[in-house]
Nanobody, 122 residues
Framework: QVQLVESGGGLAQAGGSLRLSCTASGRPFSTFPMGWFRQTPGKEREFVAQITWSGGTTKYADSVKGRFTISRGNPKNTIYLQMNSLQPEDTAVYYC???????????????WGQGTQVTVSS
């Protein structure tokens, strides 16, 4: 089982920026795609972005395209989510996820971190 630990959440003003980090450990994850989801109270967990192990392919939700950037660190067991031009509707708990299969990851069937709160004030 892979363990995922997120960090970097907090409070930002509308138009501001935050960067989230997620580090994976545990069983070998040498080819694991990883990604980010978010959830607000009373709503289902929502896909935000995901990235292949190599970092060569990414996928974004339409709501964050052009504002958020997902990337791989070095070593590759860490991913980042750079969030720019934040809006109040981006307020949510952000969860890191990982799964060996790209489609399973996208369908929220992977492993989860504990989440980190992002709050954007207007």
């Amino acid at each position: 089982q892979v363990q995922l630990v997120e960090s970097g959440g907090g409070l930002a003003q509308a138009g501001g920026s935050l960067r989230l980090s997620c580090t994976a450990s545990g069983r070998p994850f040498s080819t694991f795609p990883m990604g980010w989801f978010r959830q607000t109270p009373g709503k289902e967990r929502e896909f935000v972005a995901q990235i292949t192990w190599s970092g060569g392919t990414t996928k974004y939700a339409d709501s964050v395209k052009g504002r958020f950037t997902i990337s791989r660190g070095n070593p590759k067991n860490t991913i980042y989510l750079q969030m720019n031009s934040l809006q109040p509707e981006d307020t949510a708990v952000y969860y890191c996820s990982a799964d060996p299969q790209w489609d399973r990851l996208y369908r929220a069937l992977g492993s989860w971190g504990q989440g980190t709160q992002v709050t954007v004030s207007s």
